[in-house]
């Protein structure tokens, strides 16, 4: 564990050397206008061109956990969710936490008979996927008033779950929409102690990963089984994923290194891309520290509604 910590130190004293992201440090709290610039700004710079062209921006998995460049990853999480949908013949699906609908997309062009919607602060659709059989709602996931009670089959987040700071009320939510035997599935990163724990180099490398995802604060994965059971789900899946993703957070640290090869180009791009991109590059940076030292973790959870 000393010689992950003695490494987090390193990577940051290299990477501060490279760039300044000091004011990574200088926020304590984001609000939604924050999350909506965040993700306006990065749209087309981070999701396009780092993540893929469909808009996909997901932490690389694979079942080996092995990393082979060129070979595309993003969509592994929508594939396990696919699987899903044909096996349980599931009709009305929920994304929480849609952004620009890439997920939905490429689950409605596998499954025409079924009705997706999603909901986000910021939804969005490429013209061209506006043909399948998608809906959209702008608001807060932490309110689904606008969806029936007892009316959905399936309700999946991934990666979005981590910028609720009251994720009871999302199971509560969550669990009101839901048909009893629904499933409803969570990819996200969590902290792996409760915060009061941590000492002050792994208090730095939570927040550097939190403020540079624009997020208020990671959840402890131990309140996680509290929301759980308080909202009447039951736990199908519960897995602990560090195998299947370590590799390829590595890869993005090892891009990162070969961008600052370009010296000064890239030092200039820096300087002149929105402080929101450039936040960005820390936290896809460090999160392969935080996931090594365990720190953070990175799971997987199927849940059932019992009643």
């Not at 932490?59 to 070979?71: A, C, E, L, M, T």
């Not at 594939?79 to 009305?92: A, G, S, T, V």
């Not at 909901?119 to 969806?147: A, F, M, T, V, W």
Request: net charge positive.
């Amino acid at each position: 564990m000393e010689e992950y910590k003695k490494k987090l130190i390193r990577d940051f004293v290299w990477l501060r050397s490279k760039i300044n992201f000091d004011f990574i440090f200088n926020k304590d709290q984001f609000t939604h206008d924050d999350i909506k610039r965040y993700y306006k700004k990065t749209k087309y710079l981070l999701y396009r061109l780092v993540g893929s062209n469909e808009g996909y921006m997901h932490i690389d998995i694979s079942d080996d956990g092995i990393h082979k460049n060129g070979k595309n990853y993003q969509t592994y999480h929508v594939n396990k969710i696919d699987e899903i949908i044909k096996q349980n013949n599931f009709k009305n699906i929920l994304e929480l936490g849609c952004g620009q609908g890439a997920n939905m997309a490429y689950l409605a062009k596998k499954n025409p008979s079924v009705k997706f919607t999603g909901i986000d602060l910021y939804p969005s659709l490429d013209k061209k996927n506006r043909k399948y059989n998608i809906s959209l709602i702008e608001g807060d996931y932490h309110n689904l008033e606008k969806i029936e009670s007892n009316s959905i089959d399936f309700v999946y987040a991934i990666e979005t779950l981590c910028y609720s700071i009251n994720k009871n009320q999302i199971f509560k939510e969550v669990n009101r929409v839901l048909k009893k035997g629904g499933l409803f599935v969570i990819y996200d990163a969590y902290l792996n102690k409760p915060r009061k724990q941590l000492s002050e180099i792994e208090e730095i490398g939570a927040t550097l990963v939190e403020n540079g995802y624009y997020l208020d604060e990671f959840e402890y994965i131990g309140n996680i089984d509290n929301y759980i059971k308080n909202n009447n789900f039951s736990i199908v899946i519960a897995e602990n994923m560090k195998n299947k993703v370590i590799n390829h957070l590595y890869s993005y640290q090892n891009r990162i290194k070969k961008y600052f090869k370009f010296g000064i180009f890239f030092k200039l791009f820096c300087k002149l891309i929105p402080k929101e991109v450039l936040g960005n590059i820390v936290p896809v940076y460090f999160m392969a520290n935080t996931i090594e030292m365990n720190l953070s973790v990175y799971y997987c959870h199927i849940l059932k509604k019992e009643k």
